[in-house]
Structure formats: C-alpha cells, structure tokens
C-alpha cells in the first residue's frame, strides 16, 4: 500500500515566488512630507493598474515605510491607519493585494529592528512567504529603500517620484540600482508587464 505524500515532502520541489517591496510615499502615492490627513491620499498615476499587472503575473506585495513622524509626534497610529485604509480604497486591488504592510515609527536616531535601510522585514517575508530574492525587488524614492535592498539580497530600484534629489540617483546609479522615472515604467520595463 502506497504512503501518502504529506505537504512538507513536496517543499522542496515547490517553485519559490517573485515579491515587491515597496515603499509607501513617492512610489505609491504623492508624498507630501509626513503624509497624515486621508484627503492628502493620491496615488501616482498608473499605479493601481501597475499593481494590478503585477498580481496578474503572481508577484507577491509588500509595503515597508518609515514613518518617522509617528515617534516625532506629528501625527498618530490612527491617523496613519486611516491613510493606509483610504491607499488600499482607491487602489481596489483583488486578492491577494498587498499581503502586508509595515511601519517603522522610529526617527532616524532612534534604534530600530524595521526602519529601512535594515533588510529585516524584507528577510522576515522571504523566509514567511517562500520568496526568491534572486527574482525580487524593493522600490522606492530614497536612499534607505535602495539600500533595503540590497542588504537583503534582493534588486533595488529607485524611482524619481518623490522626494530624492539628484545626488541620491547618481548615488543610485553608482551602486547598479535601477533607475525609474516611477513604479509603472519600472513595471513596464523591468518587469516586462503590460496594460491597456
């Protein structure tokens, strides 16, 4: 008589998926310094359809953002929540959309297991979700996310859509990052995907 085959004997042969790391403000929506009122919410154009290719092509999404305003008391738990819920409104995506979402309140001079540039979140979901980082990516508008990245050996793209200036992407190009005018054309480009 046969044996079954239990779940943990097929791990090894399971393919590993493709994720997304994204930061928050400047990628996914307008940045406006400290985001905390839901009226401030817009998202970048194309986003949501970018997003949506992406679920459609079986990446797995994540959200990492610093939120240093919380621990400087410029805006509370609740409000950037709130933010958070009316983002994921107006994005409309289907299941599974955006798996997790992570905030990291410290200021920069505050120690922190989470604020980016520390891959930890990112290495946490790798582990969790059956990720390969050799087919993963972190996208953002700022030097931390870049370097999120590539401490957690997955790729790095900066998109100029936010608040970075000049100096960050030269910083970006001399470190191989990918550079983007925004997440869609990365999509679009780096990604291969593509909507009407």
């Given at each position: 008589?046969?044996?079954?085959?239990?779940?943990?004997?097929?791990?090894?042969?399971?393919?590993?998926?493709?994720?997304?790391?994204?930061?928050?403000?400047?990628?996914?929506?307008?940045?406006?310094?400290?985001?905390?009122?839901?009226?401030?919410?817009?998202?970048?154009?194309?986003?949501?359809?970018?997003?949506?290719?992406?679920?459609?092509?079986?990446?797995?999404?994540?959200?990492?953002?610093?939120?240093?305003?919380?621990?400087?008391?410029?805006?509370?738990?609740?409000?950037?929540?709130a933010c958070n819920q009316r983002m994921l409104e107006l994005l409309d995506l289907p299941a599974p959309g955006i798996l997790e979402i992570k905030a990291a309140p410290e200021r920069p001079d505050e120690p922190s297991l989470y604020?980016?540039?520390?891959?930890?979140?990112?290495?946490?979901?790798?582990?969790?979700?059956?990720?390969?980082?050799?087919?993963?990516?972190?996208?953002?508008?700022?030097?931390?996310?870049?370097?999120?990245?590539?401490?957690?050996?997955?790729?790095?793209?900066?998109?100029?859509?936010?608040?970075?200036?000049?100096?960050?992407?030269?910083?970006?190009?001399?470190?191989?990052?990918?550079?983007?005018?925004?997440?869609?054309?990365?999509?679009?480009?780096?990604?291969?995907?593509?909507?009407?």
């Amino acid at each position: 008589m046969a044996c079954p085959v239990r779940l943990t004997d097929l791990a090894p042969f399971m393919p590993l998926s493709r994720a997304l790391f994204l930061d928050r403000d400047g990628n996914l929506i307008e940045d406006h310094h400290h985001t905390s009122k839901i009226e401030q919410i817009t998202l970048i154009a194309e986003v949501k359809p970018a997003l949506e290719a992406c679920l459609m092509a079986g990446y797995k999404l994540f959200i990492l953002t610093n939120q240093s305003g919380l621990n400087r008391g410029i805006f509370t738990w609740e409000q950037y929540h709130a933010c958070n819920q009316r983002m994921l409104e107006l994005l409309d995506l289907p299941a599974p959309g955006i798996l997790e979402i992570k905030a990291a309140p410290e200021r920069p001079d505050e120690p922190s297991l989470y604020r980016k540039p520390s891959p930890r979140f990112i290495l946490e979901m790798i582990t969790l979700h059956d990720i390969d980082p050799q087919h993963s990516w972190m996208v953002g508008d700022r030097r931390t996310d870049w370097d999120a990245g590539r401490n957690a050996g997955i790729h790095s793209c900066a998109v100029q859509s936010g608040a970075a200036v000049e100096a960050d992407f030269d910083y970006a190009r001399s470190m191989n990052y990918v550079v983007r005018k925004n997440f869609p054309e990365f999509v679009r480009v780096d990604l291969g995907l593509h909507w009407s």
